[in-house]
C-alpha cells in the first residue's frame, strides 16, 4: 500500500479543509509551519491512501495524534475512537470557550485528550488569532 500523496491530492485535501487543521482549525496562514496530509485511519490500522480517508492537519495535532484512532476513557472502561472529520461535524463533538477548545461529546473527549488541543501556547494563540478575526 502506498504512502504517497500526490501534490494535487494533497492540494484537494487542503481546499476540503479550507487550509485549516482538521482537528484543532488553526488556519495554515496563521502558522509558522506547513500542514501536513495525514491519515485518519492511520495505514498501521488498514487506512488507505484515498481523499476519503486523507485530512489535513497541524504538525502539532498530526504528531499527537500518530497512528492512533482512539484512547480510553474513565477508568480505562470505556473506548472512544477519535473525532473522524471524513464522518462527523466538528461542532458537534467540540466548541470553543476563551481559546479552549472543549468537548461536547465523548468522541470530543477523547480527541482533547490525546491531541492536547489546550496548551498554554495554543490558547494564547487562538486568543490572539480571534482578536484579528481569523479563528475560528
Ligand atoms: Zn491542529
Known sequence: MSR????????KVAVRAEFRC???RLPEI?????????HVISMQHGGKTIFANLAYACPVCNSKKGPNVGTVLEDETVFVRFFNPRKQMWSAHFEIQDGHILPKTQIGEGTVKILDFNTPEQILERVVLMQAGLYP
Not at 4 to 11: E, H, M, V, W
Open 4 to 11: 504517497y500523496i500526490s501534490a494535487s491530492l494533497r492540494t
Open 22 to 24: 482538521e482537528y484543532c
Open 30 to 38: 496563521a502558522a509558522m509551519v506547513k500542514f501536513q496530509v495525514e
